[in-house]
């Protein structure tokens, strides 16, 4: 059986400890021969990992043979335990604490029994078994509404779909990170419907609201450039509710476009001087 618990050194700290931490979690102890503190929690972190099972593993480092690992990371005393997930460090604590705190302390970084759930959702998913996967899904989000990956694979799936309400549903509850707005800004700008040559004649002889409705059509249809110098004309107009609604889809496809995108960045520019 491989064993939970390995030393680690500058030399290989990268290897392995940053990049295994992808696959899994990596609790790295600092200690040294002389710490007495040391001695009493490396047994602890020892025996907790090689009761894990597998699903973590424990890396010792020397701070003496190894000093500059502990400057890297700012260690201002020992012993430091300091968890890596995804290349990163996730949590950490100074000290010898008790067998009960370090397991609490190892369980944070172990995914849930709902993010396993959300694992083999996401296996059916790529099996092609969509009809299981989007159960699971919705299992978990009934358990906890604010579950960030099941949350963002189902609201994808409903976009698939062309269910967008349900999706903006799906997203609302969950916390505001770049994929949740993207897809949320995604979600909104594609609910304007009809055909794009239909909505630029009503917009040529209506009002305001034509004229926004056509440049959602735009965004909806990938013209950027066109449905932007559209809506910042209903903007123009400082007609309301269309003027408010036009800055809030102009919002969207910024989020959408990305902020380096120069078309946003010219945008922007003529929204902050008011040249619209």
Known sequence: MVSSVMDVTSADFATN???TSHQIPVVVDLWAEWCGPCKVLGPVLEKAANEGGGRWLLAKLDVDQSPEIAQQFGVQGIPT?????????????????????????????????????TADADAALDAGDEAKAAETYRSVLAQDPTHQDAGLSLAGM?????DRDGALEVLARLAPTE???????????GGESGNL???????LSGGPAERLAYGRGQAAAG???????????????????????ARATLLDL???LGGDNPVVSAARRRLANGLY
């Not at 067998?99 to 396993?116: G, H, I, N, T, W």
Request: glycine letters at 4%.
């Open 17 to 19: 400890v940053l990049q």
């Open 81 to 117: 335990v300091i968890a890596f997930k995804d290349g990163k460090e996730v949590d950490r604590f100074t000290g010898a604490l008790p067998e009960a705190q370090v397991k609490a302390f190892v369980d944070r970084l172990l995914p849930s029994e709902l993010d396993m759930a």
């Open 158 to 162: 409903l976009l698939e779909s062309d």
């Open 179 to 189: 994929p949740v707005k993207q897809l949320q800004a995604y979600a909104r700008l």
């Open 197 to 203: 040559a239909v909505l630029e004649q009503a917009a």
């Open 223 to 245: 013209d950027s450039e066109a449905a932007i110098a559209t809506l910042m004309g209903v903007m123009g107009e400082r007609v309301e509710p269309e003027s408010e609604e």
């Open 254 to 256: 910024f989020e959408l």
